[in-house]
């Protein structure tokens, strides 16, 4: 691993945008300051460019074990790192489901021989390993992923008893997606009863309504408050729980008890997008209304909402294409554009850069505790990308390199071009081109 040098920098530091070269030795960063000549170093000249923290995204799913035929660690981290994004957490629902440490190392294993970025992995929580979670190690894992709405394989956890079992030992974070699936069943059967086969699509947002979440959030946190569990709402959808989750946005974010991520297609799309995108919307929870995507947006700016992540969620193409509502999977693959996104918000006015980069990068990392990453400082590792501003260009079919071959950002114009992404040291997307074939990617450490 050889010396790096950012050149004529514009760095975004903890404190302030700065100009300054950047020496990178081995995984770390080893100085910041005006003029860096370092004898046999590789140097990159980034005049003109901003050189940003690399995104952490606590909330993937890429699909490996069990159902590589929608995806995998290596052409997923593949993507990631084409969209500015150095460390990923991957969820627990792949086939055999990671509710064991056993099965959760397994997966380390394959991300330490595929994997270009970095990884960490959640471990998921089930009616019948309440055991395994109290003996995990929290330094090894992201956290406990609990799903209170319906998911693949044996990983719904609704009974209220089991709940607070699970919350009361969960030796971490405890990371929920939150939907009522007694409200979501009865809203399909009512849709049935009006449509038969051929629910519209726009129906997704009724059917996977505002008060199935709402229910859902307030239960958790009703527990989580009971017993005393640090608890992290994923993918925030209605305005409702921006409110919920407002009362505990207070202090800073390590130590908040409760806490809430919104994730990059509940800020970026919205009902209107359903009569174009049809199947390729359809994500749990939905995507709802405008005024829900407004809220979301102000909950972030307020520092109510502290993360944002992507729930990237590929399918196959044909298992999307269907015109048949219930036939059509639910789950978008997003990770290869979540910093232009981020980037797309700010040229719209609706965040700042600097709002946007750090719920992507210091406060996941401040919020699941991952050691030495989510900021450029002296002592870091070197998770770093550099991005051109100045760039637009229009998402076309054959930039997408999920396996899954599709994207609901085809045909969306974005100013953000990701010119490098370095991630623990390595150079592994080098003018916008990816030079890594897998391995490079290191463990994360959790620090609750």
């Keep these: 691993m050889s010396k790096i040098v950012l050149k004529n920098a514009t760095v975004m530091t903890e404190q302030s945008f700065k100009q300054t070269d950047v020496l990178i030795d081995g995984p770390y960063i080893a100085k910041i300051e005006g003029e860096i000549n370092e004898s046999g170093a590789d140097v990159i000249d980034c005049k003109g460019m901003l050189v940003l923290p690399g995104l952490i995204d606590a909330h993937v799913h890429f699909r490996q074990p069990g159902m590589e035929q929608k995806a995998n660690i290596k052409s997923e981290s593949a993507a990631a790192a084409l969209g500015g994004v150095t460390s990923f957490m991957d969820m627990p629902n792949t086939f055999p489901p990671t509710t064991t440490m056993e099965r959760l190392n397994e997966k380390k294993s394959i991300a330490a021989r595929d994997s270009v970025i970095n990884y960490g992995f959640y471990l998921g929580g089930s009616e019948d390993n309440l055991d395994e979670v109290k003996r995990a190690d929290p330094h090894e894992i992201a956290g406990i992923k609990i799903y209170m709405g319906s998911t693949t394989g044996n990983l719904l956890l609704d009974d209220d008893s089991a709940l607070m079992k699970m919350f009361a030992a969960a030796p971490t974070i405890v990371a929920v997606h939150c939907e009522d699936n007694g409200i ?163 040229k719209r006015g609706e965040i700042s850069l600097e709002e946007g980069i750090k719920a992507a990068t210091i406060n996941v990392a401040q919020r699941f505790g991952v050691e030495k990453r989510g900021s450029i400082k002296e002592g870091n590792f070197a998770d770093i990308v550099v991005v051109d501003p100045r760039d637009r260009y229009t998402v076309k079919a054959e930039d997408i390199i999920s396996l899954c071959q599709w994207s609901p950002f085809v045909g969306s114009s974005f100013t953000c071009r990701i010119c490098h992404t370095i991630a623990s040291g390595n150079l592994v997307v080098k003018d916008s081109q990816l030079c890594a074939e897998g391995g490079q990617g290191q463990a994360l450490r959790f620090n609750p």
Aim: glycine letters at 4%.
């Design 184 to 346: 979501v069943n009865a809203n399909t059967k009512r849709a049935q009863e009006m449509y038969g086969d051929n629910i519209p699509f726009a129906m997704h947002p009724i059917i996977r309504s505002r008060d199935c979440c709402v229910k859902s959030s307030s239960l958790a946190i009703e527990v989580a408050k009971a017993t005393n569990a640090r608890l992290h709402i994923m993918h925030l959808s209605t305005k409702e729980e921006v409110y919920l989750v407002a009362p505990y946005a207070k202090g800073d974010i390590h130590s908040r008890q409760i806490s809430a991520e919104v994730c990059i297609p509940h800020l970026f799309f919205n009902e209107s997008d359903y009569a174009r995108m049809q199947g390729f919307l359809k994500c749990n929870p939905a995507v709802k209304y405008e005024f829900d995507r407004r809220a979301l947006i102000k909950g972030l700016r307020s520092g109510v909402i502290s993360t944002i992540g992507t729930d990237h969620a590929p399918h196959e193409l044909a298992v999307k294409a269907s015109s048949n509502y219930l036939k059509v999977a639910s789950g978008l693959p997003s990770v290869q554009f979540s910093l232009p996104t981020i980037f797309e918000l700010f």
